[in-house]
């Protein structure tokens, strides 16, 4: 990938963010007007074709495996995020998640206001921790059937939005509350524990990524200036000069581009598939 | 806010919806049916039941389902049935009137219910031109005639199945 | 607070004029002899006392609600 392809990936990055933002919006408004178009991040519905946010789809699955008929579009609808995630990893997290979007223009705003760039970001000690967290969330979602609707927070903030554009300011109080909640220990106490540790949907997605996808590698054979250039640009705190980023990188492309800028094409950092 | 105030009333879901006990572990808390609803009848529960946070239902009084069918077509797991098309084959409920308060028992000429209800002259009739009269066999539960009741609280409740 | 969406019936075209000016009453159509309007309640004794003030007034032969919508 030549060097003007990755500086502005990060610019198309944000710009697919800002998309998703306003197409959500657009499809609350058209709601009345068009069957298409129709949903939230917990589920959508782009004509025939539903998709299903995975973590919701299992503990669904879960709470009805006794049941007869669970039906084909749905599991269809959950597939669909997977076999995207099998080849291109967690790009749902960088490149659509509105929750991340958020977070990230809010680390903007703290480097711009307290001039000092955040780079100790919270990381699990072992994968297992994640793993073991999503056990628990599924159980959870089985024992009390309220659960699993305030874990998946993409979907939270688009139900949010829509409730908003209701007028229902009771169901936005309950969230309001609840968001600002998680905001908080996720931005200033335990900084990006939402994504690296608890997503219930963003430990699915990671599950399901085939390890020859689309992965950030460092390549052996190209010298490391040892930098960590690519660390400080990562927005969530991995290293990947240390090549033990895989199991929480979600696909930015934020360090390659760094490596690329500071190495001029010599770069140990690179995006490969297959 | 009510907010702990627990309340273990039965409430009246889109129309489509299966049984409550299925319907509970069907629903997935999406939101379709509410932003395909061309009327925003449908309600998302919040403080008021937490335990049912995020379950749609209809509060007929405030405003009742007009039986449009946009909802079970865009539902993605099945709790409101797809294949439910015909307004008459709609079961959220049935209403009962109250003929205490209702107004036509009292000796005024009131025909709001009967006019407004969309199985017209089927579900709800007027004995002797004056008492309105549920044929609970028609009636569909919808809660029009609920929320055009001039009564306050309404004479006719449409209470949701067991 | 509730608005009554009503009908009155009436024999004499007086009788007509006279409901129509009414001052609770908001007149949205008149044909012959039956007359649309909306009037403006609370509650039920409110209500039994304008109807047997619109039925004392002769010529009116009867008083229909057809609809209401609450105020709110």
Known sequence: ?274 | MPIFKLKFQRYLRPPGALKEEEFIKKCIRCGKCQQVCPYNSIILTSWENPFQLGLPYIDARKKPCYLCMKCPPVCPTGALDRNLKDKEKVRMGIAKIDKNTCWAYQGSFCRACYLNCPIFDKALKMTDELLPVVVEEYCVGCGVCEHVCPVEPSAIVVYPPK | MFYLGVQVEVETKEAGDEVASLPFFSLTRRKDNIILGVIEIKDLTEWRSIESFIESIPGVVSVTILSSVSGE
């Open chain 1, 1 to 274: 990938m030549d060097r003007k392809y990755l500086s502005s990936l990060n610019v198309k990055r944000r710009f697919m963010q800002i998309s998703v933002f306003i197409f959500f919006f657009a499809v609350y408004y058209s709601s009345h007007y068009q069957n298409v178009l129709i949903g939230t991040f917990y589920s959508f519905k782009i004509g025939p074709i539903h998709i299903v946010d995975p973590y919701i789809y299992l503990t669904y699955f879960v709470r009805n495996i006794s049941s007869p008929s669970i039906f084909l579009e749905t599991f269809i609808g959950f597939l669909i995020p997977i076999v995207i995630a099998f080849f291109l990893g967690r790009v749902f997290c960088s490149w659509v998640c509105p929750y991340n979007f958020l977070y990230e223009i809010a680390d903007i705003i703290r480097f711009r206001l307290t001039k000092r760039k955040i780079i100790k970001y919270y990381i699990p000690s072992s994968p297992r921790y994640r793993y073991l967290v999503l056990l628990i969330l599924i159980v959870l979602g089985i024992l009390l059937p309220f659960f699993p609707f305030y874990m998946v927070l993409p979907g939270l903030l688009s139900t949010f939005l829509h409730q908003i554009i209701l007028r229902s300011w009771e169901f936005v109080s309950y969230f309001l509350v609840l968001f600002l909640i998680i905001f908080v220990v996720d931005f200033f106490l335990v900084k990006r524990v939402w994504c690296n540790l608890i997503c219930p949907t963003g430990v699915l997605l990671q599950i399901f990524t085939w390890r020859r996808g689309l992965r950030v590698v460092k390549e052996d054979d190209v010298e490391c200036g040892k930098c960590a250039l690519c660390s400080f640009e990562c927005p969530l705190g991995l290293t990947p000069h240390l090549d033990n980023h895989q199991t929480l990188c979600f696909n930015c492309g934020k360090c390659v581009a760094a490596c690329e800028r500071i190495r001029k094409g010599k770069n140990p950092l690179k995006f490969k598939t297959l």
